[in-house]
């Protein structure tokens, strides 16, 4: 039974403020942290400033108190009867990931239904867009899809990440984003040059991350790295002309998150993982949609998005049902929260994008290498890319 929920206002790793939140069961005392992103959807879960959480804060915890931690279902119901963005997103996903954890005595990945496979790392090596960067689209993102293992996996996206870091040296490094990515003065063709060919070597494949709502304005796309703004055609154009100079295997959003035409279009001109990260915001009805359209092969996952782990898993089964590629992801303001390690095996995810360099980054990687040990035969989840 639920004795206590206690909540802090706890610096992400931006230096915002987010929610920490405990709830105080019979058992124990379990945790959990809201992540924040920076590049956000206009049809995610909204989230609050603490002062007004603070305010609603006694009314929740009057709820919460007395449940049974033992389905976080139950919780969770609770939690959207009160209304997820009217106590703010920060605060309801705090509180179901704790709940998750309640219900697991302390391991998420138990109460959501243990370890099924281990997903391919996909990392941030530059960036650029609001995350800071001298290039327009977001994330600059390698898979190392040739290896076997979770540890594997991460060594190689740091080793590209590192070789990278010494290419662009050449390019006046000025340092690294909000996500640990590099930020240097090169541009996209040529960013996107090295990064293939550091990839290469190590065996890995790139994709990237336009998050093209940021650069999007009455219509066109507005690429200040280029000083150019381009019209939608123009936009596809670029799209494709990436995706064959640089074989990339997976695009996310790519258009504005309105833009399911365009989506879908792509997705006839190309057979690579376009995904939808803005485009679906982790909302079961959107992806619905999206399926429905044939809008994407690949869907982000961001807890925080949805504001529940209930609902996020409802969106996970609409996409895999849907044949998509579920990607469960991290914000760019996170803190040292490992949940979504937990949500990435628990749901077979076959890729979890948590950045590479950053220790709140790093956490994420070392609790995937520790739940492999914990599984007698781990296996990573299949690719096809
Ligand atoms: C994204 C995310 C994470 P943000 O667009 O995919 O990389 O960024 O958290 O700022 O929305
Ligand atoms: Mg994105």
Redesign the pocket.
């Known amino acids: 039974m639920i004795k206590n929920v206690r909540i802090e206002p706890v610096l992400n790793s931006r230096g915002e403020t987010t929610i920490f939140a405990e709830i105080i069961t019979n058992r124990g005392t379990y945790s959990a942290s809201a ?7 206009a049809y995610e879960a909204k989230a609050q400033p603490f002062e007004k959480i603070k305010k609603l804060f006694p009314a929740v915890r009057k709820k919460l108190v007395g449940l049974d931690e033992s389905e976080f279902s139950i919780i969770d119901d609770t939690l959207e009867s009160i209304g997820v963005d009217r106590m703010g997103s920060n605060l309801a996903i705090a509180l179901s990931m704790a709940a998750v954890r309640a219900a697991g005595n302390g391991e998420a990945y138990a109460a959501l239904g243990g370890i099924k496979s281990f997903p391919y790392p996909l990392g ?1 090596v530059v960036g650029g867009g ?2 800071g960067g001298g290039l327009s689209i ?2 600059v993102l390698v898979i190392p899809v040739k290896a076997k293992n979770v540890r594997e996996a991460i060594d190689t996206n740091f080793a590209i990440w590192h070789a990278v870091g010494n290419e662009l040296g050449a390019h006046g490094i000025t340092g690294r984003n ?2 640990g990515a590099w930020v240097a003065t090169a541009d996209e063709a040529e960013t996107l040059g090295i990064v293939t060919n550091a990839a290469k070597k190590f065996g890995a494949k790139v994709g990237i ?1 336009v ?1 093209a709502g940021q650069l999007y304005k009455r219509g066109k796309y507005y690429w200040p790295s280029l000083g150019r703004t381009m019209s939608k055609s123009e936009q596809m154009d670029k799209i494709l002309d990436f995706i064959k100079e640089f074989r990339l295997v997976y695009v ?2 790519p258009f504005t998150e309105t833009d399911w035409e365009s989506f879908a279009q792509l997705m006839k001109k190309t057979k690579i993982l376009v995904c939808g ?2 485009l679906f915001a982790t909302q079961p009805e959107r992806l619905d949609i999206g399926v429905h359209r044939k809008a994407a092969r690949a869907a ?1 996952i ?1 807890p925080d998005q949805a504001g529940l782990i209930s609902k996020t898993l409802r969106a996970i089964h609409i996409a895999k049902d849907g044949g998509l590629a579920h990607v469960v ?5 996170e803190t040292c929260d490992t949940f979504i390690a937990d949500l990435a095996v628990a749901t077979g995810a076959p890729l979890i ?1 948590c ?1 590479i360099s950053g220790e709140e980054r790093v956490v994420k990687a070392n609790r995937l290498a520790e739940l492999w040990d914990k599984v007698k035969k781990p296996v990573m989840t299949k690719l096809r890319l």
Not at 35 to 41: D, E, I, W
Not at 329 to 333: A, D, N, P
């Open positions: 992540p924040s992103g920076k590049s956000k959807g941030n609001v995350h977001q994330e909000d996500e991350d998050a996310e959003d990260d803005d982000i961001k992801s991290h914000r760019s303001g994008k950045g």
